[in-house]
């Protein structure tokens, strides 16, 4: 059986439309359409996002015992379900990371990230929004602090130094909203990865 036969017969198991295998692989209705029309080859990462979502192997899709050796001269690994996940998990616990070095801490977990090189699409955006959550949260911290300069410059100047904010409060605050979103992120992990590796 062809892979686009292929395709098209696990899609119909499952009950998708075209369009929700599309969302569910990260991908287009239109190369989903290409796809099983068998109008193009899909690239092997395209066909392991498509496995994930019908929830079955890329050997299975493909009918091999192995997934090809290189892509465009990059090594290509099969899926290790559980490598992501620890990769994932030292990820997000890298986010720590602002309580040593406070000024590019995202840059430690952008590495990590960068080096682990996940398949699943869920777990790579998954990864992204956690990075980008860091640099929102330290974009965040500066700005609150440069409120906090600015409130203290207008009440010392014009109010005889009453009622000055202590730079202490909002730099503790949001050092402990970070370590809570870090915690939630270690948290929805858990259940993002539990349906992949069970």
């Known amino acids: 059986m062809e892979l686009s036969q292929k395709i098209i017969a696990a899609r119909k198991a499952k009950g998708l439309t075209q369009e929700e295998l599309a969302e569910l692989a990260n991908t287009t209705v239109r190369t989903i359409q290409r796809i099983e029309n068998g109008e193009n080859k899909p690239r092997p990462y395209t066909v392991k996002s498509l496995a994930i979502a019908l929830e079955t192997s890329y050997e299975e899709l493909i009918g091999t015992t192995s997934p090809p050796a290189t892509y465009s001269g990059e090594n290509i690994e099969p899926l290790d379900p559980g490598r992501e996940k620890h990769a994932l998990q030292l990820i997000c616990l890298s986010c ?35 990075i980008r959550t860091q640099l929102y949260w330290k974009i965040s911290l500066w700005l609150i ?52 590796v069970g």
């Open 96 to 130: 720590f990371s602002y309580l040593i070095v406070p000024f590019v801490h995202f840059l430690i977990p952008s590495h990590l990230l960068k080096k682990a090189k996940p398949q699943n699409p869920v777990l790579l955006d998954f990864a992204r929004t956690m």
């Open 145 to 196: 602090l440069l409120a906090t300069l600015g409130y203290n410059f207008i009440r010392a100047v014009y109010f005889e130094k009453t009622g000055i904010v202590n730079y202490l409060g909002p730099f503790f605050i949001l050092y402990a909203l970070n370590a809570g979103i870090i915690l939630f992120n270690l948290w929805r992990l858990k259940g993002l990865c539990r349906p992949i």
